[in-house]
């Protein structure tokens, strides 16, 4: 079964990184779009990067242009966030997404940034 396992946050300062990972399983990865999530308290979850199956086309929120870089390694079936010049709006639990035929899709269960001093 398909599976997407996402690693990598936790509480960092304003204006400090993080990479985020998100591992998958169970579907042939090279040939899927990948797609980074977020949803804040109180909030909607929001499309915040995403990226093509070969990594030749990749999408941002406005908000986080030229601070957050999506990526992926075909070989090791995982995608990444890195996220620099992190911002106290930037809080929230952050959601590994495929979305596969026929509608189906598929989720992480999400891993907690925390941007505060």
């Known amino acids: 079964q398909v599976q997407l396992v996402e690693s990598g946050g936790g509480l960092v300062q304003p204006g400090g990184s993080l990479r985020l990972s998100c591992a998958a399983s169970?579907?042939?990865?090279?040939?899927?779009?990948m797609n980074w999530y977020r949803q804040a308290p109180g909030k909607e979850r929001v499309l915040v990067a995403l990226?093509?199956?070969?990594?030749?086309?990749?999408r941002y929120l406005d908000s986080v242009k030229g601070r957050f870089t999506i990526s992926r390694d075909n070989v090791k079936n995982t995608v990444f966030l890195q996220m620099n010049s992190l911002k106290p709006e930037d809080t929230a639990v952050y959601y590994c997404?495929?979305?596969?035929?026929?509608?189906?899709?598929?989720w992480g269960i999400g891993t907690l940034v925390t941007v505060s001093s």
């Open positions: 990226i093509t199956s070969t990594g030749g086309f990749t």
């Open positions: 997404n495929t979305n596969h035929a026929y509608g189906v899709e598929y």
């Open positions: 169970g579907f042939t990865f090279s040939t899927y779009t």
